[in-house]
Each structure stands twice: as structure tokens, then as C-alpha cells.
């Protein structure tokens, strides 16, 4: 069965087009890959011509993907790159070559979807991957990197078989929807791995559920700590792995954790790696909303830090910065860890700005201050983000530093009044 385009479709803008994937399916989160791998059965959808590198994990998705990206465009690697969410333009889910992806590609997969799901209901995630896997097989780049949305086993990303499956770390998130305790969300992000293929992970603890399943069916997996460690050697840091040793390296603007991850990766890829190669690919490597410097006077400092275990590498990371008073600006969604994350911040924060976000999911100010309730006097409530921001800027001197984060929303409102 296909469907013809609805009339209100035809000509239709990308941003007509995205409003219209956000109706047509009840639920945001509808985990499985039944509905999904259909329409893409009917697509003819493959990505055989590419060497394909999944990326799960709680945190670190990005980060990776972005090094990872670099490094192979640095050894003449064409390379597309599919991650979610966005922060500012939806367009950022697909990078080629580090360009964003125009409006036209996505507008013309969109349509293709369309006509052929027939009476298959798609999530707005199930039907964008949809049109990224699309554009990634025309275009045929010599590599894929997707970037799991959320767990790894149902995810919409999944339909694909990769040639790498990467985890980067697990921890407690999305508890709902991948369970409760690190060994059940371990399995769930186990789920990218092939048979017979390559499996990186960068979870430095022993996740019984992962070793498991890989030894199961037979993946050929490098583990942090036993195929490849971490050592900081004063203002640099040393990677090793069976084979080989990267000394003197530069820190990294992102979390070294997931350099290594990356380069373990890249050995599996047969890049020839160097420290001076790799050195300006970790100086050239930033991203958007990961511990991101906006201003220096005062300093505002934004992260899509929304776990505690992206709170606490979001802490550790303060110590680079010199601050008088710390002003926290948040917004988080109801179904995070709020307590978990904002605790951590208790001892460092002077002031607290809290803001409620305008999206389904989004805890009010009030829901969040709750959790803060011991520092009554130095809590302000708001309807929205930038509010909370302008009263922290108003009230920041210009050596305190503002921190931004507790969500992609939150951070995307505060960047688009700089950037």
C-alpha cells in the first residue's frame, strides 16, 4: 500500500514538513524496529557502499562522532555524520563533509517516505532517520557514522548493520524506556553489535551484560582497560592499545575518555595515527553545546549536561575555568534524574536561575526548585530560559562565571542570543 502526497504537502517547506512529522504519530518515544524497518524494506534502503560505525552510549555520543569525523576527513575520508538532537537547525543532523545538509535532499526523501509508508505510522525520529539513511546511500560517502538516539537495540538508527558498533559509557537515563540498572542499559546499548564485526568500548567499568552478548555472537570487541587505557601524564596524556603507544598528547576540548574511544576506533579503520596528526585533530575538535565558551566577560559557559554522569564531568570541568561566583542557569525534562544532577552542583553554585522549558516533557521552575529547597534565598524561578539568562547576566559581575545547561533546549535558547 502507498500513500499519495497530501495536498498541503505538495511544495511544502522544510519546516512545513517537519511540523507535519510532528502530527502524524502519537507517540514521541515508540521504541521498535518493525514499523521502521518496513518502510525502509520498501525504500530499498542500503548502505553497502560505506563503512558503517554505530555510536551508542549515556553520554559521549557526539564528542566521538565529531573526532571521529575529523580524523578521517584529516586522511581524505569522505564522511557523513547523523546525530540528533539538534540544537539551533534541524539541518545539523546530517553533516557531509562536515557541511550541514540542505533543505532540498531532506524535502525530496521526505516525499519518497510519504508515498511509499503507506498505513505504517512513523515517530518524527523513525522518519528523519529514514531520510538521513537515504541521502548517506546516495551519496555513498566512504563513511557512515550514526549516532544512536536513545538505547541502541530498538533504536530507529538499528535498521542498519554496522561495520563498527561503538558504546562511549553507561549510566543511569532514560530508565523508562532501557531499564533501571547499568547491566540492563548495557544490553540495550549492546544491541548495535554485529556478528563476526568490530565493537569498541569506552565504558571503563566491566558491564557484564556487554561482554556477554558480544561474546554471544561473536563480536570482535576492544575493551577500555584491557585493549586500550587512558594515562594523564602531567599536562598531557598517553594512549596505548595492544599495538601500539600515542605519547605527549594534547588535552582535549571534549572528554579525553572519548578520544580514545575514537582513536581505538580509528586503529580498526587501519588510520595511521600520530601524535602530531592527532594532536590538531583533538585542538581543531569543538562542539556545540559541550562545554561551550560563549563570552568572557562574565564568562558563560553552556552544556547539554542532563545526567549525573554528565553533571559530574560537567563539574570536573569548572576547575578550568577562574570565576568568583557561579550563576546556574537550568532547564531539564521531567523524566531526567533532576535531583541526581542538580545535587551536584549544590556546593559550587551561588545562585541558581531555573527556568521552565516549553516542550512536553519539561519539568516548570517550580518542579525543579523543589529539589534545591535548602537554598530558598538563592533560587529565582522564571517562565523560560531567556529570562533566567538576562537575570543571571544582570546580576553576574564581569569575573563570575554563568553555566548554562540541564538540556538541548535549554543551551539552544542561550546560544541564539549569541550566535
Keep these: 500500500m502507498t500513500n499519495s502526497l497530501p495536498s498541503q504537502l505538495s511544495n511544502a517547506s522544510l519546516d512545513n514538513w517537519l511540523s507535519y512529522l510532528e502530527s502524524i504519530h502519537q507517540q514521541e518515544i515508540d521504541l521498535g524496529l518493525t514499523r521502521i524497518s518496513e518502510v525502509a524494506q520498501r525504500l530499498n534502503i542500503s548502505l553497502s557502499n560505506s563503512t558503517v560505525i554505530t555510536v551508542a552510549g549515556t553520554n559521549g555520543k557526539g564528542t566521538t562522532c565529531a573526532f571521529l569525523e575529523n580524523m578521517l576527513l584529516a586522511n581524505d575520508k569522505s564522511v557523513a555524520v547523523y546525530s540528533s538532537p539538534h540544537i539551533e537547525r534541524f539541518n545539523e543532523r546530517l553533516r557531509l563533509d562536515k557541511q550541514e545538509v540542505n533543505d532540498q535532499p531532506l524535502i525530496t526523501a521526505f516525499e519518497q517516505?510519504?508515498?511509499?509508508?503507506?498505513?505504517?505510522?512513523?515517530?518524527?525520529?523513525?522518519?528523519?532517520?529514514?531520510?538521513?539513511?537515504?541521502?548517506?546511500?546516495?551519496?555513498?560517502?566512504?563513511?557512515?557514522?550514526?549516532?544512536?538516539g536513545l538505547g541502541g537495540r530498538l533504536d530507529a538508527t538499528?535498521?542498519?548493520?554496522?561495520?563498527i558498533a561503538v558504546i562511549t559509557s553507561i549510566d543511569l537515563d532514560h530508565q523508562a524506556f532501557l531499564g533501571d540498572t547499568k547491566e540492563l542499559i548495557g544490553f540495550e546499548k549492546a544491541g548495535i553489535m554485529r556478528t563476526e564485526k568490530v565493537a569498541v568500548?569506552?565504558?571503563?567499568?566491566?558491564?557484564?551484560?556487554?561482554?556477554?552478548?558480544?561474546?554471544?555472537?561473536?563480536?570482535?570487541?576492544?575493551?577500555?582497560?584491557?585493549?586500550?587505557?587512558?594515562?594523564?601524564?602531567?599536562?598531557?596524556?598517553?594512549?596505548?592499545?595492544?599495538?601500539?603507544?600515542?605519547?605527549?598528547?594534547?588535552?582535549?576540548?571534549?572528554?579525553?575518555?572519548?578520544?580514545?574511544?575514537?582513536?581505538?576506533?580509528?586503529?580498526?579503520?587501519?588510520?595511521?595515527?600520530?601524535?602530531?596528526?592527532?594532536?590538531?585533530?583533538?585542538?581543531?575538535?569543538?562542539?556545540?553545546?559541550?562545554?561551550?565558551?560563549?563570552?568572557?566577560?562574565?564568562?558563560?559557559?553552556?552544556?547539554?549536561?542532563?545526567?549525573?554522569?554528565?553533571?559530574?564531568?560537567?563539574?570536573?570541568?569548572?576547575s578550568n575555568y577562574q570565576y568568583e561566583k557561579l550563576h546556574c542557569v537550568v532547564g531539564m525534562l521531567k523524566d531526567k534524574d533532576i535531583k541526581g544532577?542538580?545535587?551536584?552542583?549544590?556546593?559550587?553554585?551561588?545562585?541558581?536561575?531555573?527556568?521552565?522549558?516549553?516542550?512536553?516533557?519539561?519539568?516548570?521552575?517550580?518542579?525543579?526548585?523543589?529539589?534545591?529547597?535548602?537554598?530558598?534565598?538563592?533560587?529565582?524561578?522564571?517562565?523560560n530560559v531567556e529570562q533566567a539568562f538576562k537575570m543571571a547576566l544582570q546580576n553576574a559581575e564581569d569575573n563570575d562565571l554563568i553555566l548554562v545547561f540541564g538540556s538541548f533546549f535549554t543551551v539552544a535558547d542561550v546560544r541564539k542570543l549569541f550566535i
Design 201 to 318: 568500548v569506552g565504558e571503563p567499568t566491566k558491564i557484564t551484560s556487554i561482554i556477554e552478548h558480544a561474546q554471544n555472537i561473536n563480536a570482535r570487541a576492544q575493551y577500555r582497560g584491557k585493549d586500550f587505557t587512558v594515562e594523564q601524564k602531567g599536562p598531557t596524556w598517553c594512549y596505548r592499545n595492544n599495538d601500539m603507544t600515542i605519547d605527549q598528547l594534547a588535552q582535549p576540548f571534549i572528554p579525553v575518555d572519548n578520544v580514545a574511544t575514537a582513536l581505538t576506533v580509528l586503529t580498526q579503520l587501519d588510520i595511521e595515527l600520530d601524535s602530531e596528526i592527532v594532536n590538531q585533530v583533538i585542538n581543531q575538535t569543538k562542539v556545540a553545546g559541550r562545554t561551550e565558551l560563549l563570552s568572557d566577560l562574565p564568562k558563560v559557559l553552556v552544556d547539554v549536561a542532563h545526567n549525573p554522569h554528565a553533571g559530574r564531568h560537567l563539574v570536573k570541568s569548572l
Design 113 to 148: 517516505i510519504e508515498i511509499v509508508r503507506g498505513d505504517i505510522s512513523l515517530t518524527y525520529y523513525e522518519y528523519t532517520t529514514l531520510a538521513a539513511l537515504m541521502i548517506c546511500q546516495q551519496i555513498a560517502p566512504d563513511v557512515v557514522i550514526l549516532e544512536v
Design 341 to 383: 544532577t542538580l545535587s551536584l552542583f549544590e556546593s559550587h553554585a551561588s545562585h541558581w536561575y531555573l527556568a521552565s522549558l516549553d516542550v512536553p516533557r519539561a519539568a516548570n521552575a517550580e518542579e525543579l526548585s523543589r529539589v534545591l529547597d535548602n537554598q530558598t534565598q538563592r533560587i529565582n524561578c522564571f517562565d
Design 158 to 163: 538499528n535498521i542498519m548493520d554496522a561495520d
